[in-house]
């Protein structure tokens, strides 16, 4: 499906405890492959460096059930700098889409000094938008959200499976490359978010698996998760 020239994809989250999880994975990994980006068996680590505005609009839309909503993000995996992206998400009432563009250090470590007029040259459209939203509403990072993610993928219906895992939000400091950047746990270390992605169908077998889980769907939030933390991190 197909909206404002964005290919959007379904998106279902549940929460899971540590017995189902043990379950599904075993049984996924019978008829699903890894994704082939998971290096260590138990996942590769996610660190997303999410931005809001002046007045917490995407906390606020988010905790407020608006359909129609997006967020900007720089994200890296395993802590490396090799792969930056300046990615935005958008969500279309139960529909997701996102656009990307990579940075290099340098530009991401600009960002982080506030220097954004860099922005206007990249082509890329989710570049400009960044700018302009920090020109207006004086975007800026606000919270790291960090966990490990194990993955799964088939090609039939663009299926995505993915089990997040040890989620925890950054402490006093969001820079996800400093050295005295560092993580506070959210989530219970026995609890665990499944996100199910799918274009248009999920193959009947891979459906038969997922229903013992799929019971509740649930308006779960990794990154309204770590900033409600870090809001009670620092007014306790």
């Known amino acids: 499906m197909q909206y404002q020239g964005q290919r959007l994809r379904h998106e279902l989250k549940y929460y899971v405890n540590a017995s189902v999880y043990h379950t599904l994975r075993g049984r996924l990994r019978t008829v699903i492959r890894p994704d ?43 802590r490396s700098d090799a ?27 600009a960002i982080l000094r506030g220097d954004y007029g860099f922005l206007a040259a990249r082509p890329e459209p989710v570049c400009r938008q960044l700018l302009g939203y920090h020109n207006l509403r004086l975007l800026r990072p606000v919270v790291t959200v960090e966990y490990l993610r194990e993955a799964y993928v088939l090609p039939q219906g663009n299926v995505r499976i993915t ?8 402490a006093e400091n969001y820079d996800m490359f400093a050295p005295d950047y ?24 891979v459906l038969q698996i997922l229903q013992t889980a799929m019971t509740e769907k649930c308006a779960i939030s990794k990154y309204v998760m770590c900033r409600l933390d870090k809001r009670r991190f620092l007014y306790q």
Request: aromatic share 14%; hydrophobic share 35%; net charge positive.
């Open 83 to 109: 792969l930056i992206k300046l990615e935005c998400k958008y969500k279309y009432d139960e529909f997701i889409a996102k656009t990307s563009a990579s940075l290099t250090r340098a530009e991401y470590d």
């Open 182 to 205: 560092t993580t506070r746990r959210v989530l219970e270390k026995d609890r665990y978010v499944l996100e199910v992605k799918f274009d248009d169908f999920i193959p009947v077998h």
């Open 163 to 170: 089990f997040d895992k040890e989620i925890a939000a950054s």
């Open 36 to 78: 082939p980006n998971m290096k260590r068996e138990d996942g590769y680590l996610i660190s997303s460096l999410y931005f809001d505005d002046m007045y917490s609009s995407a906390l606020n839309e988010k905790q407020s059930g608006i359909r129609f909503r997006k967020k900007f993000r720089l994200r890296c995996y395993d």
